[in-house]
């Protein structure tokens, strides 16, 4: 009887250890990442492209001069311009034109083409 109550009492115990330590399952190894296809990578490419050209036409359309650098508050006519060191300027009219071309260092300072 006695062995039988030993046996008992190491079985409760063995089992009262593994309830509480539990058992473990090994874990998982990451999936190896899946290198993207080419059609994914040229997909990829197209985008960055078209954002790239998206961003730089903003750029452009925020530095776009629309009043007159002569007759400020004038709104230009873009036939009329001249190109000044490399960039063009536009004016309302064409007596403005003439008194840029005279001093263009006195207005440059208003042309948003000219900030840094």
């Known amino acids: 009887m006695k062995k ?15 309830v509480l330590v539990g058992c473990k399952k090994k874990e998982e190894p990451a999936p190896t990442p899946k290198a993207p296809t080419m059609e994914e990578m040229k997909e990829t490419a197209t ?21 007159c650098p002569v007759m400020d508050g004038n709104k230009i006519d873009k036939n009329v311009f001249v190109e000044y060191k490399g960039k063009k300027v536009y004016f ?6 003439a008194k840029f071309e005279a001093d263009p260092e006195k207005y440059v300072a208003n042309l948003p083409q000219f900030k840094k």
């Open 4 to 18: 039988k109550g030993l046996m008992l009492l190491a079985l409760t115990l063995l089992t009262t250890a593994l």
């Open 47 to 67: 985008k960055t492209a078209e954002d790239t050209k998206k961003t730089a036409e903003t750029m452009a359309a925020s530095v776009e001069q629309t009043m």
């Open 92 to 97: 309302c009219c064409a007596d403005c034109k």
